[in-house]
């Protein structure tokens, strides 16, 4: 479902924006300004140069909790515990020159889910975002980043909107909240989907919570997905697995298989998503597995209407 990433080397410079002089961060209730020529933002977020020379976003919590986001398709691509495990993974085969998107951590589709008539998984994930606004609360921070319309994506998709992405860094957990706006005079359509990837031993992965789900099964024509319902209590993954769950519970639980079991819960993502490439990935299947919030049925937006998602990654 993915493919290889890549990220270009932008100058810092276009973390800020004209149009809005300012950046506002908060702490213990008090609303400080900063100026973004100086680049100042909340305790604990920072900006600093990542891999490829792409900019990317380091969030520290001080209970020992860490992450890292790239600008470039605002891709979280690591969120590491107190004990030092990062829960997420990024491919060994994956570039940050800016022309592909970040094969690894949390890459978004946006506004498409899967293939369709723009490029697979749409835009969202290979274009660079700003920061819009970092704040910290009881020592733990977050940033939130900010993506508009612009002539390379009214090329594909020929609507004004603007779609902020929060992620927020907790001691044992990590929380993203997408908010999608029609910023423009007509209405529009899209699906979205939060694709993680999740470090672990795939012969020793679990997914509960998605008994009774129905499925759309891409395995063994991706062209033609076959209509389930999920049976299992625990789904495995001994082969190949590209899965749809329609109606899937707010609530799932990763084992890892490394030791770890992980909540994966959501507020507004209705479906979710499992894959593993086996065979067709053999330098690195076996290190990871995705599971995804989704939402596969179409979102209409009227004028000046938003759709709000949440998910929360959260040891256990």
């Known amino acids: ?3 290889s990433c890549a990220s270009t080397l932008p100058s810092l410079s276009f973390l800020s924006s004209s149009s809005n002089p300012s950046r506002r961060f908060r702490r213990s209730g008090v609303v400080t300004m900063a100026s973004v020529g100086q680049k100042v933002y909340a305790p604990g977020v920072a900006v600093s140069e990542g891999n490829g020379g792409l900019p990317k976003i380091d969030l520290k919590s001080p209970h020992g909790s860490e992450a890292e986001i790239y600008l ?13 495990k990062d829960l997420l993974f990024v491919r060994p085969d994956a570039v940050f020159n800016g022309q592909k998107p970040i094969s690894g951590g949390i890459p978004h589709c946006f506004p498409q889910f ?7 998984h749409g835009f969202a ?11 910290v609360t009881e020592g733990d921070p977050a940033v939130t980043l900010e993506l508009k319309d612009d002539s390379y994506s009214r090329s594909m998709w020929d609507f004004s909107f603007q779609a902020l992405y929060k992620v927020s860094l907790h001691s044992t957990s990590l929380s993203t909240t997408l908010k999608i706006t029609n910023t423009d005079d007509k209405p529009f359509s ?5 694709h993680t990837y999740f470090r672990a031993s795939i012969t020793g992965v679990s997914v509960k919570g998605l008994i009774g789900c129905k499925t759309l099964n891409k395995d063994p024509d991706p062209e033609n997905p076959l209509e389930g319902k999920e049976e299992r209590e625990e789904v495995t993954f001994p082969g190949f697995v590209d899965c749809i769950y329609l109606g899937a519970l707010s609530e ?22 499992l894959w593993n490439p086996h065979l067709q990935m053999e330098a690195c299947y076996k290190d990871f597995v995705c599971v995804e919030n989704a939402k ?6 009227e004028p000046n209407q ?11």
């Open 296 to 301: 596969i049925e179409t979102v209409q937006l």
């Open 114 to 120: 899967g293939p369709g008539p723009m490029q697979q």
């Open 72 to 84: 470039f398709g605002a891709c979280v691509t690591s969120f590491k515990v107190p004990n030092g």
């Open 306 to 316: 938003s759709w709000v998602a949440v998910q929360k990654i959260d040891l256990v």
């Open 190 to 194: 899209f699906n979205s989907a939060l």
């Open 125 to 135: 994930r290979n274009v660079n975002w700003s920061i819009s606004d970092s704040e």
């Open 1 to 3: 479902m993915a493919a």
């Open 252 to 273: 799932l639980i990763l084992d890892n298989g490394l030791g770890d079991k992980i909540a994966i819960s959501n507020s507004n993502w209705s479906d979710a998503v």
